[in-house]
T-cell receptor
Framework: KQEVTQIPAALSVPEGENLVLNCSFTDSAIYNLQWFRQDPGKGLTSLLLIQSSQREQTSGRLNASLDKSSGRSTLYIAASQPGDSATYLCAVRGNYGQNFVFGPGTRLSVLP | EAGVAQSPRYKIIEKRQSVAFWCNPISGHATLYWYQQILGQGPKLLIQFQNNGVVDDSQLPKDRFSAERLKGVDSTLKIQPAKLEDSAVYLC??????????????FGSGTQLSVL
């Protein structure tokens, strides 16, 4: 059974810092991995999706990497801004038609 | 393009009462999902529909939860009777086919349920 963890649970950084959020999964037989952002009281917004054959994806200041063999993905946020404050969740889809399994998220606060 | 629509946004009920949530997915999306998100946790899948058929309802507490997607478009999730532990945000999501390469999930804003 796939399990997804995210460390740290919460992170507070000053504006302008580069930061890394971590996602770990127990079963490396994945189809793809998706990073989401969730603002308080809102639904989830997809940020980046990495297929199992890819090593990384980039969108603006965001870069997500995937290392299937070690069961890890990282989300790199460059030059953080207060508007980046939100909870970031990763979700993993297995190879055999399974649905996405979500991690608990990392709550990020970027201080002005 | 309109996103995933959900209603109501908030609902407060007493235990043992019933409640229903509604979701309209993005137009053309064949797959619809209902997730339960308890505070501080990631979303947990309750049920997945492909058009109007159920693909996965293995984590749906069927003694009290039910869901339908008539005509393969919008969907309703019902809880009857509600328990205190059902307090959570109920999220609806949709995707184009449910498994295509590079296919993303799109979420609605959710319904926040409080059971007193």
């Amino acid at each position: 059974k796939q399990e997804v963890t995210q460390i740290p649970a919460a992170l507070s950084v000053p504006e302008g810092e580069n930061l890394v959020l971590n996602c770990s999964f127990t079963d490396s037989a994945i189809y793809n991995l998706q990073w989401f952002r969730q603002d308080p009281g809102k639904g989830l917004t997809s940020l980046l999706l990495i297929q199992s054959s890819q090593r990384e994806q980039t969108s603006g200041r965001l870069n997500a990497s995937l290392d299937k063999s070690s069961g890890r993905s990282t989300l790199y946020i460059a030059a953080s801004q207060p508007g980046d404050s939100a909870t970031y969740l990763c979700a993993v889809r297995g190879n055999y038609g399974q649905n996405f399994v979500f991690g608990p998220g990392t709550r990020l606060s970027v201080l002005p | 393009e309109a996103g995933v629509a959900q209603s109501p946004r908030y609902k407060i009920i007493e235990k043992r009462q019933s409640v229903a949530f509604w979701c309209n997915p993005i137009s053309g999306h064949a797959t619809l999902y209902w997730y339960q998100q308890i505070l501080g946790q990631g979303p947990k899948l309750l049920i997945q529909f492909q058009n109007n058929g159920v693909v996965d309802d293995s984590q749906l507490p069927k003694d009290r939860f039910s869901a339908e997607r008539l005509k393969g478009v919008d969907s309703t999730l019902k809880i009857q009777p509600a328990k205190l532990e059902d307090s959570a945000v109920y999220l609806c999501a949709s995707s184009l086919t449910g498994g295509g390469v590079g296919e993303k999930l799109f979420f609605g804003s959710g319904t926040q349920l409080s059971v007193l």
